[in-house]
């Protein structure tokens, strides 16, 4: 359940900061610790199939 969600019911849910410490000095905020968790990133468009920058409309 997402934290939006768990606010929803009216159930306080949180970590102090003692026990968030230690878990950050191992995995630091934002880090991914699995190719799993990661967000959709679009693979980058080769070079050769990109028209040079003043071919571009908006160039």
Not at 29 to 56: F, K, M, Q, T, W
């Amino acid at each position: 359940m997402s934290m939006r969600r768990l606010g929803r019911t009216g159930i306080e849910a949180g970590l102090d900061d003692d026990v968030l410490a230690p878990i950050a000095a191992i995995v630091p905020p934002g880090i991914d610790i699995s190719p799993l968790d990661v967000s959709y990133a679009p693979h980058p468009l080769p070079a050769l199939r990109r028209r040079p920058a003043n071919e571009r409309a908006a160039a």
